[in-house]
């Protein structure tokens, strides 16, 4: 795992979840998108502790830079320079962010849902990349 001591909050289950929940998810999120990557970890507002009763929960899948390209390469292929495809992997290449859509992990991310009963984002994002923020709480 990539996640360091620093990386962590200290939450160890995120705001809103029992450790029932946090457990069930963290089985799906284990068999379902591990083999992208074993970094998997929950970030921003449930992880901070700052979350409102409507706020959603992230989900994020820390991969390296080699790992992030790569996936952008299998995801997106060659699309057209003027194609909505095209502007979506630009935009996910800048932002070092890839969603759950592209990234083929909207059943995962739909199955997140239902079982928590919020909305849930599961992204695959890059390290050291704009959306890798902490606090974050590994997913066990």
């Known amino acids: 795992m990539i996640t360091t001591e620093k990386d962590t909050g200290l939450m160890k289950i995120p705001q809103g979840l029992t450790k029932a929940q946090f457990d069930d998810v963290a089985t799906l999120l284990r068999s379902e998108a591990g083999h992208i990557g074993d970094d998997i970890l929950v ?16 989900f994020a899948i820390r991969v390296p830079h080699e790992k ?14 003027d194609s909505a495809k095209f502007r979506t992997m630009q935009h996910a290449v800048s932002t070092g962010k890839i969603q759950a859509g592209e990234a083929g992990l909207r059943a995962v991310r739909r199955e997140l849902q239902k079982r928590l009963g919020m909305k849930a984002d599961l992204s695959v994002i890059r390290t050291g990349g704009h959306f890798d923020q902490g606090p974050y709480i590994p997913i066990p």
Not at 43 to 58: L, P, T, V
Not at 68 to 81: E, L, Q, V, W, Y
């Open 43 to 58: 970030h921003g507002s449930r992880a901070k502790g700052n979350a409102s009763a409507k706020s959603d929960i992230d």
């Open 68 to 81: 992030f390209d790569a996936m952008i390469k299998s995801r997106f292929g060659s699309p057209n320079p």
